[in-house]
């Protein structure tokens, strides 16, 4: 994404964020002092810092994105309010955390633009502690589409549909394929760095 394409895009976020600001979003999802939390997809980081202040300073806020400018942008808003619990991950896939080190994932706006959305997931479910909670919102996806994505492959199950997120409990270990990867890249199980 060139900067125009990035500063347009986190115009609209600007935007979004006052009609919906994200504190208000987050506090569906139940992040407490303390929490391991990776926001998928950060683009401008608006969630991310939202985050940060519910988790304080004994948490930690990984925003993991594509995108160098969106990292930089997330930094940057993150040193300008004095979060030094935020740390950023430039991958499109892979996070290089640990197994069951995050309490919350948060994937918002970003499920339709994945090239493999199944490896994301088996990514995620990895590392999501045992009941961790993948808060999900995909305003480019019907409620139909989002359940059998997220429900299909059983990796995680609906917890409860809030007003403007799903949220989803990570379930038991196994790691089952997702059939529109085997279709596209053959049966990868896990991601590359």
Not at 42 to 57: K, N, R, T
Not at 78 to 107: E, F, H, P, W
Not at 162 to 171: H, I, M, W
Request: hydrophobic share 40%.
């Amino acid at each position: 994404m060139n900067n125009l394409a990035f500063a347009i895009t986190a115009l609209w976020f600007r935007l979004r964020d006052l009609l919906s600001p994200p504190g208000d979003v987050l506090r569906e999802v139940g992040i407490q002092p303390g929490f391991q939390v990776l926001d998928y997809g950060c683009g401008p980081g608006s969630y991310s810092i939202a985050a940060a202040e519910l988790v304080g300073q004994s948490g930690r806020v990984y925003a993991v994105d594509i995108s160098p400018l969106a990292l930089q942008s997330t930094q940057s808003v993150a040193a300008r309010k004095g979060l030094s619990n935020v740390s950023t991950i430039q991958t499109d896939c892979a996070t290089g955390l640990g197994d069951s080190q995050v309490d919350v994932v948060l994937l918002y706006d970003a499920y339709h633009d994945l090239v493999e959305p199944g490896r994301a997931l088996r990514e995620l479910h990895r590392i999501l502690r045992p009941a961790g909670v993948l808060s999900f919102s995909d305003h480019h996806m019907r409620d139909e589409q989002i359940m059998a994505e997220m429900v299909g492959e059983g990796l995680f199950r609906l917890l409860k549909k809030n007003k403007k997120t799903y949220s989803f409990l990570r379930e038991g270990d196994r790691q089952p394929t997702h059939k529109a990867d085997e279709a596209r890249i053959g049966v990868d199980r896990a991601c590359q760095t």
